[in-house]
């Protein structure tokens, strides 16, 4: 069974997806503070975290990280308010997945939840993609530069399989976030950048060159086979 835990202080929307959710299928459970959600993660270990960035108790960008450094598997989608969309950058560099903007229509919430969860459980192919120092064991979800472990989070290794898979040749934007957040993007690709931003970092902290993701600009990526 899917687990998801709702972080969320409004208790009419906050009901409102729990009861939603649990319609779907899933485990669902509320969390009204900051400091109820990590107790509640630590106790059942969500499959995702619907985290409202703006709580009572605790900063939401702190307590995304928090929970991303307790729960490195979990898949983080955070609520933000319209007004409060310069949040969305600082959250996805703190370890959130994806995002929604207040106010979202539920079916709209939903759809994306459904994607994000059939990617994040789907079995994956059975192969290894190696390129120059980099391999991946797609299968087992790992990745490794040399004989050095990256931790990578769930949407930093689709990404970075998605690259790797084509290594030489150029991935644009809209095959990007099609294949690994499942979402046909209108808007600005934020998160799209912010991920790559990470994963480059992430490879120059393990001895290998962050440009081996190289930027199209506007166009795309393409991770060097050179
Ligand atoms: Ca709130």
């Known amino acids: 069974m899917t687990r998801l835990l709702v972080v969320e202080d409004d208790p009419a929307i906050g009901s409102e997806l729990v009861n939603a959710l649990t319609g779907q299928g899933y485990i669902a459970r509320l969390a009204a503070t900051g400091q109820r959600a990590i ?3 630590r106790e059942v270990a969500p499959d995702l ?3 409202d960035l703006g709580l009572p108790d605790i900063d939401g960008v ?3 990280r928090r929970l991303r450094s307790e729960l490195p598997q979990a898949l983080i989608v955070v609520l933000t308010a319209r007004s409060r969309e310069f949040e969305v950058v600082v959250a996805l560099d703190a370890g959130a997945d994806d995002y929604l903007t207040k106010p979202f229509r539920l079916t ?6 459904r994607a994000h969860l059939r990617r994040h459980q789907a079995m994956p192919e059975d192969r290894m993609v190696a390129v120059g120092a980099l391999r991946l064991d797609v299968a087992a979800r790992r990745a490794f530069v040399s004989e050095t472990e990256l931790e990578l989070r769930p949407k930093e ?3 970075l399989t998605a690259l ?4 030489g040749e150029m991935v644009s934007r809209e ?3 099609d294949e690994v957040w499942d979402t046909n993007w209108f808007g600005p690709t934020k998160t799209l950048d912010v991920h790559v931003s990470a994963l480059r970092r992430k490879l120059a902290e393990h001895g290998e060159d962050p440009l081996r993701i190289a930027t199209l600009r506007g166009r795309g ?3 060097e086979v050179g």
């Open 39 to 41: 107790e509640d993660a």
């Open 49 to 51: 975290i619907l985290l």
């Open 62 to 64: 702190d307590l995304c």
């Open 108 to 113: 709209e919430l939903m759809a994306r939840l």
């Open 157 to 159: 290794f689709d990404l």
């Open 164 to 167: 790797a898979r084509r290594a």
């Open 175 to 177: 095959q990007l976030m």
């Open 221 to 223: 990526y393409r991770y």
